[in-house]
């Protein structure tokens, strides 16, 4: 008797308890930590160049020997397509948008240093 009121009390428990409330603040955004640290490479080059990176949309493309790090305009028609855990940048026009100029951190996989910065035309 005294094993089945146990039993009766803890599962009275387990069914009552209210369930976890569900975040109700979504995250903004999401993004994994080693393409964190290969944007944190880019930033000095951005910050060298004055760029205000709060207005632009950050990408980062896995190339054969290099990343890219992509600084395009959130509002312009490139899209970005998720493969494989990479980033890679589907063009809807070729260059910059009408609103701000476009470009690129290129970094080296082997030594992680910038390679150069381009400008999207």
Same mark, same amino acid.
């Not at 490479?41 to 949309?57: G, L």
């Not at 940048?89 to 690129?104: A, D, K, Y």
């Given at each position: !008797? +005294?094993?089945?009121?146990?039993?009766?009390?803890?599962?009275?428990?387990?069914?009552?308890?209210?369930?976890?409330?569900?975040?109700?603040?979504?995250?903004?955004?999401?993004?994994?930590?080693?393409?964190?640290?290969?944007?944190?490479?880019?930033?000095?080059?951005? +910050?060298?160049?004055?760029?205000?990176?709060?207005?632009? +949309?950050?990408?980062?493309?896995?190339?054969? +020997?290099?990343?890219?790090?992509?600084?395009?305009?959130?509002?312009?028609?490139?899209?970005?397509?998720?493969?494989?855990?990479?980033?890679?940048?589907?063009?809807?026009?070729?260059?910059?948008?009408?609103? !701000?100029?476009?470009?690129?951190?290129?970094?080296?996989?082997?030594?992680?240093?910038?390679?150069?910065?381009?400008?999207?035309r």
């Amino acid at each position: !008797m +005294k094993n089945l009121s146990s039993v009766l009390f803890v599962s009275l428990l387990l069914f009552t308890t209210p369930p976890a409330k569900a975040d109700p603040t979504p995250p903004l955004a999401s993004i994994s930590g080693s393409n964190f640290l290969i944007i944190q490479i880019a930033i000095p080059e951005v +910050k060298k160049n004055k760029f205000d990176i709060s207005k632009y +949309k950050i990408s980062v493309e896995d190339r054969d +020997k290099s990343y890219r790090v992509l600084f395009s305009d959130p509002h312009s028609p490139h899209d970005t397509v998720t493969t494989d855990g990479h980033l890679t940048r589907l063009t809807v026009w070729r260059g910059s948008s009408p609103n !701000m100029q476009e470009f690129e951190v290129e970094i080296d996989k082997s030594t992680r240093k910038v390679i150069g910065l381009y400008y999207e035309r």
